[in-house]
C-alpha cells in the first residue's frame, strides 16, 4: 500500500493551493486519513484529518482556511488550502489507517510534498 500526494508549490502570502493524496495496492479499506505538516526545525504536527463517514477536525491554526475531504471511491484525500500564510510553509505529508485486508490495520504515510509560501 502507498500514498502519492501532489500538489504542492510554491504560492504567495494570501493564495491558494489543493494537495491531493491517492492510496493505491492492496486495500480492503481505508479509514480515517489525514494531513500532518512539518517546518523546518519543528516537530511533525497534525492538520486535519477526516474519517471515513465524513468527520473532520483541524488544526487551531488552519480552521476556517483549510478544508479536508475525501473520496471514498478513489482512495482519494483532499486538502484545500485558502488564504495561505507564510507560517504554513512545510512539507505536508498524507496519512492514512488502512486495511489491507479485513483483519489487518496499517498506517501509511506519503513521501510528503513541500508547500512554500513566500513572496
Known amino acids: 500500500v502507498q500514498l502519492v500526494e501532489s500538489g504542492g508549490g510554491l504560492v504567495q502570502p494570501g493564495g491558494s493551493l489543493r494537495l491531493s493524496c491517492a492510496a493505491s495496492g492492496s486495500i480492503f479499506s481505508i479509514n480515517a486519513m489525514g494531513w500532518y505538516r512539518q517546518a523546518p526545525g519543528k516537530q511533525r504536527e497534525l492538520v486535519a484529518r477526516?474519517?471515513?463517514?465524513?468527520?473532520?477536525n483541524y488544526s487551531d491554526s488552519v480552521k476556517g482556511r483549510f478544508t479536508i475531504s475525501r473520496d471514498n471511491a478513489k482512495n482519494t484525500v483532499y486538502l484545500q488550502m485558502n488564504s495561505l500564510k507564510f507560517e504554513d510553509t512545510a512539507v505536508y505529508y498524507c496519512?492514512?489507517?488502512?486495511?489491507?485486508?479485513?483483519?489487518?490495520?496499517?498506517?501509511?504515510w506519503g513521501q510528503g510534498t513541500l508547500v512554500t509560501v513566500s513572496s
Open positions: 477526516i474519517t471515513t463517514g465524513g468527520i473532520t
Open positions: 496519512n492514512a489507517l488502512v486495511q489491507p485486508t479485513r483483519n489487518r490495520y496499517l498506517e501509511v
